[in-house]
């Protein structure tokens, strides 16, 4: 947080932003005792201080993400999904990833969010972490109308070198798991992906 803002600072970067909240008044600071846990090193929790502000944060967020639905044409990339075409599917990822995602978000369960997100936004159901086979998939996409779904396990890389070894465990994963048998009776199409991230970039692998 920087509490010496100006005004020609105010559009600098995204910490800019945070502080521009806080100091506002549309983040406020939680007191210590009521954290569970421990912060990071030279970090403080903050929340969002009332219902009617956060009436506010979502009718915005949901102004910009509209923005940007309009702009990016996903039709391409559910073309692909449910067409089994893993290079369109890469392809079209990470376009998205180089316009939406931050050298902040290096992280697998954001990954796992803006798979979620891409698919919850354009009208499909959508499961996260819910338990499968013997295990919990990442994301399962279910298009019940036309009777198919798509099961995506994702894994992040620290290096651009592992992103198809990523891709293999997380196929291995799906398999050992089972993840598909409880969609065997109820639809007649499943399509498993695995699909590794680094950074801005992914590889997406099926079964």
């Not at 944060?57 to 910009?64: F, G, I, N």
Request: hydrophobic share 35%; charged share 30%; net charge negative.
């Amino acid at each position: 947080m920087d509490e010496n803002l100006t005004y020609d600072y105010l559009h600098s970067s995204e910490e800019t932003l945070w502080s521009m909240l806080y100091l506002t008044g549309y983040l406020t600071q939680i007191r210590s005792d009521e954290i569970s846990g421990e912060l990071p090193e030279d970090s403080v929790a903050l929340r969002i201080p009332n219902e009617e502000i956060r009436r506010i944060y979502e009718s915005s967020v949901s102004k910009w993400f509209d923005v940007s639905a309009v702009t990016w044409n996903r039709t391409a990339l559910f073309e692909a999904v449910w067409s089994g075409d893993c290079e369109s599917i890469t392809k079209e990822m990470s376009v998205l990833l180089r316009r939406t995602i931050s050298y902040h978000d290096y992280r697998e369960d954001f990954y796992h969010a803006f798979l979620s997100g891409i698919f919850a936004g354009a009208g499909y159901q959508v499961q996260s972490n819910k338990e499968h086979g013997e295990g919990r998939s990442d994301v399962i996409v279910c298009d019940s109308i036309n009777g198919r779904v798509a099961i995506f396990e994702a894994k992040r890389t620290k290096e651009f070198n592992g992103l198809e070894n990523q891709c293999n465990k997380a196929l291995q994963q799906i398999d050992e798991r089972r993840y598909a048998e409880d969609f065997e009776d109820a639809y007649d199409h499943i399509l498993c992906y695995g699909i590794s991230f680094y950074k801005k970039r992914c590889l997406v692998k099926k079964k």
